[in-house]
């Protein structure tokens, strides 16, 4: 919901990064509600294409719903164009996922290609996707990685003992 006096432009930045957290907590429900019904996705250069909320939530959570599975995704100097009802964004973007149960580490960057569109209850995402500047990927256990806390199996909560006083 809109707060009073915000501009689109920063409506549609609150929604993206609502978009972001909900992706990266897993909160698929939540994640649903901001994307237009007719949403389309087109990630990695596209790669991967889907039509339809459904179908992007469902990708989503098949592919980054494991609590192993661990994601934090970060974007940055917004370029918004409104027009009218319809909106156009390019963000750039950096993003971390990790999974010891797999060894695997990636780091990448690259730019969102977003498009919105205005519904009688506030603004919705109808297009997102990104397309790589570059990936990076690495087994954790070749750079010694150990994942000392997590949202799922630690409660957010750091293992490492630290001095407290």
Known sequence: ????????VEQISRLKYAYLRHLDCKQWDELGTLLCEDATAAYSG??????GRE????????NLGSETFHTSHRV??????????????VWAMDD?????SLDFYLS??????DRYRREADGWRISHTGYRRSFETVMAMSAARMALTASWWSTDGRSTLEVQDS
């Open 1 to 8: 919901m809109p707060e009073l006096g915000e501009s689109d």
């Open 46 to 51: 596209g790669a991967y294409a889907f039509e």
């Open 55 to 62: 179908a992007i939530i469902g990708f989503l959570r098949r």
């Open 76 to 89: 940055h100097h917004p370029e918004i164009e409104v027009a009218g009802d319809e909106a156009r964004a």
């Open 96 to 100: 971390v996922n990790v999974d010891p």
């Open 108 to 113: 990448g960057a690259g730019f969102y290609e």
